[in-house]
């Protein structure tokens, strides 16, 4: 090939590379509160725990029509529900999570159980404010 010729290619590579490109301007990172509260579920106060403290983050999943045993929680902790469909029953009180419900356990919430009331496995995340040592669940 000719240099005559390769001189107009290369103008045009040269100039696409110093044309403005599409930018990620209009994109902005998002903060979007899910939940915010001082108390849990039940309307009773969180507390926090002697001891050294260590959070956690656990992924739980419930397959369809299991129900957890009766428990308690002796650290605060955050749910949210990824997939699926929960009942969450305290004595007479009871309450349904769909996927992108949140909801806070206080530590003083009282005994419950929650079962997989939807057609799929239900995925939560559950983020837990412990200390080392400490167990997330009391099984009654």
Known sequence: M????????CLLFIGALVLPQPSNAEEKIEVLPIIQS??????????YLEGKPELRLLKVKIPVGMKT???????PMLIHVTRGR???????????????????????GGA???????????ILHVG???VVG??????K
């Open 2 to 9: 000719k240099l005559k010729n390769i001189i107009p290619i």
């Open 38 to 47: 001082s108390k849990g579920l039940s309307g009773k106060n969180l507390n």
């Open 134 to 139: 400490m167990p997330t669940t009391i099984n």
């Open 112 to 122: 419950h159980y929650v079962k997989n009331v939807g057609k799929k496995t239900a």
């Open 128 to 130: 837990v404010v412990s």
């Open 86 to 108: 929960l009942k969450h029953v305290r004595g007479e009180e009871i309450n349904f999570f769909k996927a992108g419900d949140a909801f806070i356990e206080s530590n003083n």
């Open 69 to 75: 045993p009766i428990h308690t929680h002796p650290s």
